[in-house]
T-cell receptor, first 108, second 117 residues
Framework: KDQVFQPSTVASSEGAVVEIFCNHS??????FFWYLHFPGCAPRLLVK?????QQGRYNMTYERFSSSLLILQVREADAAVYYC?????????????FGGGTRVLVKP | DTGVSQNPRHKITKRGQNVTFRCDPI?????LYWYRQTLGQGPEFLTY????????KSRLLSDRFSAERPKGSFSTLEIQRTEQGDSAMYLC???????????????FGPGTRLLVL
């Protein structure tokens, strides 16, 4: 069964680097997608792809079956749920398989 | 705002009633997806459209569920004879035409939260 795994909670202090690890068992999947989700809002895509990348304060590391999201200089406002997702390369639609989400807690 | 929009944002209904949700994707996105999310879980795939054609349905989509995308633009998801277990957030996403990472990249709406009493 295709599955994506990530920790349920990560706690940090303001100004630190937060790392959220993710790995998957999705057949024929190469790309990772990291989403940020605040309650009541649309999940927002942060970073994506099959190689290390950076978008502002968000860094993505990449291995074939695992990825980490690093949030640099974390702030209280970054406290939210972060989802890792992957999808298989197929000729048909690319449905995403999500992890259960990681709640990031930030202490001032 | 040119993002994915969903209506209504909240729906409370009684068990046995029918409900319908609407999703308007980003303009020119030809692929549209429906996901369901229950409390404490990640979104789970329900179904997918390419233009007006429904190309895949998950086993989660029982025969009480039906989705349409009649003109290849907006989509509706209907749940007939709702059950308490249908209570969840229903998310819609769209992706643009293209290949590889471009078409795999999905942009989500804010969801419709359904509560079945």
């Amino acid at each position: 069964k295709d599955q994506v795994f990530q920790p349920s909670t990560v706690a940090s202090s303001e100004g630190a680097v937060v790392e959220i690890f993710c790995n998957h068992s999705v057949s024929n999947a190469y790309n990772f997608f990291w989403y940020l989700h605040f309650p009541g809002c649309a999940p927002r895509l942060l970073v994506k792809g099959s190689k290390p990348s950076q978008q502002g304060r968000y860094n993505m590391t990449y291995e074939r079956f695992s990825s980490s999201l690093l949030i640099l200089q974390v702030r209280e406002a970054d406290a939210a749920v972060y989802y890792c997702a992957s999808c298989p390369v197929r000729a048909a639609g690319n449905k995403l398989t999500f992890g259960g989400g990681t709640r990031v807690l930030v202490k001032p | 705002d040119t993002g994915v929009s969903q209506n209504p944002r909240h729906k409370i209904t009684k068990r046995g009633q029918n409900v319908t949700f609407r999703c308007d994707p980003i303009s020119e996105h030809n692929r549209l997806y429906w996901y369901r999310q229950t409390l404490g879980q990640g979104p789970e795939f329900l179904t997918y459209f390419q233009n007006e054609a429904q190309l895949e349905k998950s086993r989660l989509l029982s025969d009480r569920f039906s989705a349409e995308r009649p003109k290849g633009s907006f989509s509706t998801l209907e749940i007939q004879r709702t059950e308490q277990g249908d209570s969840a957030m229903y998310l819609c996403a769209s992706s643009p035409p293209g290949w590889g990472l471009v078409r795999e990249t999905q942009y989500f709406g804010p969801g419709t939260r359904l509560l079945v009493l």
